[in-house]
Nanobody, 121 residues
């Protein structure tokens, strides 16, 4: 069973920075994409950033220009550098990875346990 282990959350003042890291526990794990989602109280979980094996990146409009996602494929690790943080960035951030199941022809999703990011005004 693959586990995604996150680190780097915490409390920061508005305008500050944090860096999240997420490592997959199994070396043989080869996700086609990794990324980050977040969920604030009362809201649905939303995509923050996603990076594919080919290097294609998607950002949520709300974080474009402030957050940077990167990935070390050899280490099965994904990072999220968050700059110019705003109070509305406060949420639980979840690491995400996906693979393709060629038997069922469907995407398989993996989630971390979540790490809290709190931005004070």
């Amino acid at each position: 069973q693959v586990q995604l282990v996150e680190s780097g959350g915490g409390l920061v003042q508005a305008g500050g920075s944090l860096r999240l890291s997420c490592a997959a526990s199994r070396n043989a794990f080869s996700p086609s994409a990794m990324g980050w989602y977040r969920q604030a109280p009362g809201n649905e979980r939303e995509l923050v950033a996603l990076i594919t094996n080919g290097g294609r990146i998607n950002y949520a409009d709300s974080v474009q220009g402030r957050f940077t996602i990167s990935r070390d494929i050899a280490k099965n690790t994904v990072y999220l550098q968050m700059n110019s943080l705003k109070p509305e960035d406060t949420a639980v951030y979840y690491c995400y990875a996906e693979t393709w199941n060629y038997v069922s022809n469907s995407r398989v999703h993996y989630w971390g346990q979540g790490t809290q990011v709190t931005v004070s005004s």
